[in-house]
């Protein structure tokens, strides 16, 4: 069936550096494309979202870029901090009726000081 | 931050038991689900609810249930706790006026069975 996977499973960077996390889709009838954050031991947080009319959205230190062409998106942060440590997740939706999400594997996050 | 509760956080449970998840929100939104998460993995929908009275089983096949009699309350059950059943789970819910599709997540319950 249709998925939405990550690219890379883990990432490190360091303090201060940009971060670029990366999320394939391959249903094309999706059209509203969002970013979680999950600390350890926590339930996931809304970072941002995109609709499929836009091609980038930009937030506090975060920017979502979406290519529709390639069914990719991506998650931008920038100046990453330590607590900015965690798994990434996108998720995606095809609308109508449809209210559900469907999640990919996840990228984790390691911010060195 | 959003208002959604689950309990117990953590819950420890012998092979057989019966037990039951609590799920409330207090955002009055319509929609709620339940996911089922393993550690370093990706959530699975196994449950989700539009409106009271009303419930459909999510992607991932699960032998617990669940009910939506009140709005704000979407409890989970397993009527035979097993190893198997050892997973984080994870209450959402989503139905803001102008952004129904944006799920808010609860802290979520870690049950492991013995």
């Known amino acids: 069936g249709e998925s939405v996977g990550l690219h890379l499973p883990t990432l490190s960077v360091q303090e201060g550096d940009n971060s670029i996390i990366n999320c394939a889709y391959s249903?094309?009838?999706?059209?509203?494309f969002i970013w979680y954050k999950q600390e350890s031991g926590k339930g996931p947080q809304f970072i941002i979202d995109?609709?499929?009319?836009?091609d980038k959205r930009q937030g506090q230190r975060v920017t979502v870029l979406l290519n529709k062409t390639v069914k990719h998106l991506s998650l931008q942060i920038a100046a990453t901090q330590p607590g900015d440590s965690a798994v990434y997740f996108c998720?995606?939706?095809?609308?109508?009726?449809?209210?559900?999400?469907?999640f990919g594997k996840g990228t984790l996050l390691t911010v060195n000081p | 931050e959003a208002d959604i509760y689950q309990t117990p956080r953590y819950l420890v449970i012998g092979t057989g038991k019966k037990i039951t998840l609590e799920c409330s929100q207090t955002?009055?939104?319509?929609?709620m689900y339940w996911y089922q998460q393993d550690p370093g993995m990706e959530l699975h929908l196994i449950h989700y609810?539009?409106?009271?009275?009303?419930?459909e089983k999510g992607d991932l096949s699960s032998e617990s249930t669940v009910s939506r009699i009140r709005t704000e309350h979407f409890p989970l059950t397993l009527e035979s706790a097993r190893p198997s059943h050892t997973s984080q789970y994870l209450c959402?819910?989503?139905?803001?006026?102008?952004?129904?599709?944006?799920?808010?997540f609860g802290p979520g319950t870690r049950l492991t069975v013995t």
């Open positions: 959402a819910s989503s139905g803001r006026a102008g952004r129904a599709r944006e799920q808010y």
């Open positions: 249903n094309s009838a999706s059209d509203y």
């Open positions: 995109i609709r499929s009319n836009m």
């Open positions: 998720a995606e939706n095809s609308g109508g009726s449809n209210y559900k999400l469907t």
């Open positions: 955002m009055g939104h319509d929609k």
């Open positions: 609810s539009y409106g009271v009275n009303s419930t």
